[in-house]
C-alpha cells in the first residue's frame, strides 16, 4: 500500500483542485444514512452510494454554482459526473482507512461534535440545543454521529497519508525554482510564498496518491458505478 501511495501516477493540476473541491462541497451538509440501502449508484469495496447520497450531493452542487459560483447553465451531466465522483472519493477513503486499520473511539467523535460550534451555546456544548438542531433537519442523532464518524475516520486516512506523502529532492528543487520566479528581483525572499508553494506540490502529490489507489480499486473490480441510475 504504501508502495502504491508514493509512486501514483501523474495527474492533471486543475483536476486535481476540481476534486479537492467536490469532495470539501460534497462533505459539507448534512444527509441520513437509510435503514435500507436499494437502488445503489456504485459501490467501493464494501460500501455502497445510495441514490438518495447521490441526489442530495448533485443538490449540493448545483447549489454551490448558483449560489458560489453564480453559474446557473451547469449542465446536468456535469453536476451527475462531479457528484458520482466526489462520492467514490470520500468511499475509497474509507476503503483506505480500513486497509490502515484506522478506528474513531466514542472520545473522539464527543469531542468532535461537542467543539463544532454549531451545537454550542455561549461557547459550550449544549445536548439538547443539539438534538433540537438535528430534529429540525429531520436527522437522528445516531445518524448524524455515524455520519461524523465516518468524516473523522476519512480525516485520518487524509492525514496518514499526508504524512506519508514527502516531496523528492528533485520536486522540492521545483518548488524553489517556481518560488524563485514568482518573488521579486532583488527583494527578499518571502518564505511565507515558499511555503504556500511547497503545500500545493504536497496536496497534487497527495491527490495523485488517492488517485493511483482508486485505480487500484478498479483494476481489482472493486468500484462500481451504475450509469443507467444517476
Same mark, same amino acid.
Given at each position: 500500500m504504501i508502495r502504491v501511495?508514493?509512486?501514483?501516477?501523474?495527474?492533471?493540476?486543475?483536476?486535481?483542485?476540481?476534486?479537492i473541491a467536490v469532495t470539501f462541497v460534497i462533505g459539507m451538509g448534512w444527509y441520513g444514512y437509510e435503514a435500507s440501502q436499494p437502488n445503489a449508484v456504485a459501490t467501493v469495496g464494501p460500501y455502497t452510494v445510495t441514490?438518495?447520497?447521490?441526489?442530495?450531493a448533485k443538490q449540493r452542487l448545483y447549489q454551490f454554482y448558483r449560489d458560489q459560483l453564480k453559474q446557473n447553465d451547469v449542465k446536468d451531466e456535469t453536476l451527475q459526473q462531479l457528484a458520482i465522483d466526489g462520492l467514490v472519493t470520500n468511499r475509497s477513503w474509507q476503503v483506505l482507512a480500513d486497509e490502515f486499520g484506522l478506528a474513531v473511539s466514542s472520545e473522539e467523535l464527543y469531542n468532535a461534535i461537542a467543539n463544532q460550534k454549531d451545537f454550542q451555546k455561549d461557547g459550550v456544548f449544549d445536548a439538547e440545543y443539539y438534538q433540537k438542531l438535528l430534529a429540525a433537519n429531520r436527522m437522528k442523532p445516531h445518524d448524524y454521529e455515524k455520519q461524523r464518524r465516518t468524516e473523522l475516520l476519512i480525516e485520518k486516512a487524509r492525514l496518514l497519508v499526508s504524512e506519508a506523502t514527502t516531496l523528492t529532492p528533485a520536486e522540492l528543487q521545483e518548488v524553489k525554482d517556481l518560488h524563485a520566479r514568482q518573488s521579486l528581483e532583488g527583494a527578499e525572499p518571502d518564505m511565507k510564498m515558499f511555503e504556500?508553494? +511547497?503545500? $500545493?506540490?504536497?496536496? #497534487? +502529490?497527495? $491527490?495523485?496518491?488517492? #488517485?493511483?489507489f482508486q485505480a487500484s480499486l478498479r483494476a481489482h473490480g472493486e468500484v462500481t458505478i451504475h450509469q443507467e441510475l444517476l
Open positions: 501511495i508514493r509512486e501514483g501516477s501523474p495527474w492533471i493540476i486543475k483536476a486535481v483542485i476540481l476534486v441514490k438518495q447520497e447521490y441526489l442530495r504556500q508553494i +511547497k503545500m $500545493q506540490f504536497v496536496m #497534487q +502529490k497527495k $491527490q495523485r496518491a488517492l #488517485q493511483a
